[in-house]
């Protein structure tokens, strides 16, 4: 009997890679582990893809896609600016290792080409300068990249540390913490006693860094003006 050849295509590789990412992490991806969890040959994909790379830069312009169809441009440069990165930070959330993709790749493909642009024009109305405006958009969206990719990690960190110690990690905590002077440690422990730091990664915590950058780009169209 013949055997059964899997149907593959450039959509049914980039479902692939998005669960594969989302069950390993982007650490141990790899065409061959990709094509044994579609069943195929590994030279098969490179049909599709020359390279891992190649994949990365087409699984970046998928996100960026998705970015664009999601954003609804409204109101003044800041309140676009402000909602732009919220979107971002939406579809990043929704696909596993999407942010390391964008951080991993350039500005080669159609949808991440316009990805930038259309966050240009967010900020196209203010009378910035032309670097000074880049320089603007980098800021926020680096901001969004890192603050999307701290709060994988930290999940991940602390789902480790669970699964080998339960709840001692934080009774092991409170005791260092409790060991140590009130000048190194001081401030440190009365937040992590307050449960400071479990706003990392949250809605507020997110708006609020993402204000800090807004107003820092007012301030200075404000002195540019006065």
Known sequence: MKKHQTQISEDKILEASWALLGEEGIEKFSLRRLAERMGIQAPSLYWY???KQDLYQRLANQVSKMVLDEFR???SWKQQLAEFATTVRNVLRRYPCSTQLMMQTLPHEPD?????NRMLLCIESTPLEEEQKLQAVLTVVNYVFHFVLDD????RNVKAILNKNGDRSKEEMSHLLASMRDED???F???FMNGMFDIMGTDGAFEFGLQLILLGIEQVIKKQDG
């Open 49 to 51: 893809f020359k390279s």
């Open 73 to 75: 441009p409204e109101g």
């Open 112 to 116: 991440m080409i316009r990805f930038t």
């Open 152 to 155: 994988y990690e930290h999940q």
């Open 185 to 187: 440690a001081g401030l």
């Open 189 to 191: 422990r009365r937040m």
